[in-house]
Antibody
């Protein structure tokens, strides 16, 4: 059974860069899209980005100027960096798996989620 | 950007009753819609994809319908474990957006 685990600092200072890594265990990182999604406290879900190897990458337009997503197949990990953070970036950050296939990305839904990691932006 | 609007914000239902949740897209999304359930302190769980297909292991009391701009998630007979927040999600090749969620609470 595939398991996703987010890791990274829980506290980031304003204007600095938030860096998170998701480690995939119990399965290969191949043949899937991988995504980051976040949830501010008490609020709904916001899609951040997805990646398939390094060939297909898409960012949320509202965040793309500050985002970078990458995948390391040798370590079965993928990562996200969000620069110039503010308090508005405080959230639970989830990594997630998206099965490849179907007529469009996400056709089979986001079928596996990490437990989420809380990131607070504060000085 | 396509905006997904869910209604109602909160739905009060007694156990054993039927719950009907709505999701409306600001423009047609065909059948590119998923539903998720989220309980406090947990990650979301996929219920429905492609508007009406139940995900693996999801009980038959959950059903999805609709296409275009109007979608519905129906829980035929609410069980205690079904009280949670439900999100719809639109997806296409290059953009995903979530609705703001409907909280299903015990009446």
């Amino acid at each position: 059974q595939v398991h996703l685990q987010e890791s990274g600092p829980g506290l980031v200072k304003p204007s600095e860069t938030l860096s998170l890594t998701c480690t995939v265990s119990g399965g290969s990182i191949s043949n899937y899209f991988w995504s980051w999604i976040r949830q501010p406290p008490g609020k709904g879900l916001e899609w951040i980005a997805f990646i398939y190897y390094s060939a297909s990458i898409k960012y949320n337009p509202s965040l793309m100027s500050r985002l970078a997503i990458s995948v390391d197949t040798s370590k079965n990990q993928f990562s996200v960096k969000l620069s110039s953070v503010t308090a508005a970036d405080t959230a639970v950050y989830y990594c997630a798996r998206v099965p490849k296939g179907g007529p469009t990305v996400g056709y089979y839904g986001i079928d596996v989620w990490g437990q989420g990691t809380t990131v607070t932006v504060s000085s | 950007e396509i905006v997904m609007t869910q209604s109602p914000a909160t739905l009060s239902v007694s156990p054993g009753e039927r719950a009907t949740l709505s999701c409306r897209a600001s423009q047609s999304v065909s059948s590119n819609l998923a539903w998720y359930q989220q309980k406090p302190g947990q990650a979301p769980r996929l219920l429905i994809y492609a508007a009406s297909t139940r995900a693996t292991g999801i009980p038959a009391r959950f059903s999805g319908s609709g296409s275009g701009t109007e979608f519905t998630l129906t829980i035929s007979s609410l069980q205690s474990e079904d009280f949670a927040v439900y999100y719809c999600q639109h997806y296409n090749n290059w953009s995903w957006t979530f609705g703001q969620g409907t909280k299903v609470e015990i009446k």
